[in-house]
């Protein structure tokens, strides 16, 4: 009888230790210098690891930043084995696409076309090593609120392209493109072009790191 009890007591602690260790996410953020910035004290990937601490959650997540400042979609392919796959990682969130179009006014930008095909094959790769991916749409250049910043056509035609990649993937979407905008909607009277969400109208603010934060916590903590 103490056998069979010592026993069944063995199994539970060991299912409970396993289980405990299947919860255990780990989430690479996969992106630009806006990634890169993430890890900083203010950063969204620092404010999101303040926000899953605070709903007790901290052991059950990892958070590793894998931004490289200037990348666009096809850098991203080319550094995935050392600084993706290499981590194991059970979650990849992507945000990628503001170099891509922001670089095309020096003629380095990235065309629609191959934007989203080097984008299918980094999903393709990472859905194959049963990783959970997580699109995000570029989000700003330029912060007005009337569709003048410059490169407000493009930037909407490659949030599209992420929308559409998504979609077809099966990918869950943190739509920061439509976040930002209905932001500044409401809070840019002045139609600015810079300091609502991001210090210069592409990198990020207190404001816009804590607003990503958010976002990304409502898709990666259920």
Same mark, same amino acid.
């Given at each position: 009888?103490?056998?069979?009890?010592?026993?069944?007591? %063995?199994?539970?602690?060991?299912?409970?230790? %396993?289980?405990?260790?299947?919860?255990?996410?780990?989430?690479?953020?996969?992106?630009?210098?806006?990634?890169?910035?993430?890890?900083?004290?203010?950063?969204?990937?620092?404010?999101?690891?303040?926000?899953?601490?605070?709903?007790?959650?901290?052991?059950?997540?990892?958070?590793?930043?894998?931004?490289?400042?200037?990348?666009?979609?096809?850098?991203?392919?080319?550094?995935? =084995?050392?600084?993706?796959?290499?981590?194991?990682?059970?979650?990849?969130?992507?945000?990628?696409?503001?170099?891509?179009?922001?670089?095309?006014?020096?003629?380095?930008?990235? $065309?629609?076309?191959?934007?989203?095909?080097?984008?299918?094959? !980094? !999903?393709?790769?990472?859905?194959?090593?049963?990783?959970?991916? !997580?699109?995000?749409?570029?989000?700003?250049?330029?912060?007005?609120?009337?569709?003048?910043?410059?490169?407000?056509? $493009?930037?909407?035609?490659?949030?599209?392209?992420?929308?559409?990649?998504?979609?077809?993937?099966?990918?869950?979407?943190?739509?920061?493109?439509?976040?930002?905008?209905?932001?500044?909607?409401?809070?840019?009277? =002045?139609?600015?072009?810079?300091?609502?969400?991001?210090?210069?109208?592409?990198?990020?603010?207190?404001?816009?790191?804590?607003?990503?934060? =958010? =976002?990304?916590?409502?898709?990666?903590?259920?």
């Amino acid at each position: 009888m103490r056998l069979l009890l010592y026993v069944t007591s %063995f199994i539970a602690i060991t299912l409970v230790s %396993f289980t405990g260790m299947q919860q255990k996410q780990k989430i690479v953020f996969f992106g630009d210098s806006i990634t890169q910035a993430g890890v900083s004290p203010t950063g969204y990937i620092t404010v999101l690891g303040n926000l899953i601490a605070q709903k007790g959650l901290k052991d059950q997540y990892e958070l590793i930043g894998a931004g490289i400042g200037g990348n666009k979609v096809y850098d991203l392919y080319l550094r995935m =084995e050392d600084d993706v796959l290499a981590k194991n990682p059970t979650t990849v969130v992507i945000w990628i696409g503001v170099n891509d179009v922001w670089h095309k006014k020096s003629g380095t930008g990235t $065309d629609a076309p191959k934007f989203e095909q080097f984008y299918n094959a !980094i !999903i393709k790769k990472l859905q194959a090593k049963n990783i959970k991916v !997580i699109l995000c749409t570029p989000a700003t250049i330029g912060e007005k609120t009337d569709f003048s910043n410059e490169q407000d056509g $493009d930037l909407n035609k490659y949030a599209n392209i992420v929308r559409d990649v998504a979609a077809k993937n099966n990918c869950p979407l943190v739509d920061l493109r439509k976040t930002f905008l209905a932001y500044n909607l409401a809070n840019n009277p =002045e139609n600015k072009e810079k300091g609502i969400l991001t210090a210069d109208g592409v990198h990020l603010n207190d404001k816009g790191n804590s607003l990503v934060a =958010e =976002e990304m916590l409502k898709v990666l903590v259920k």
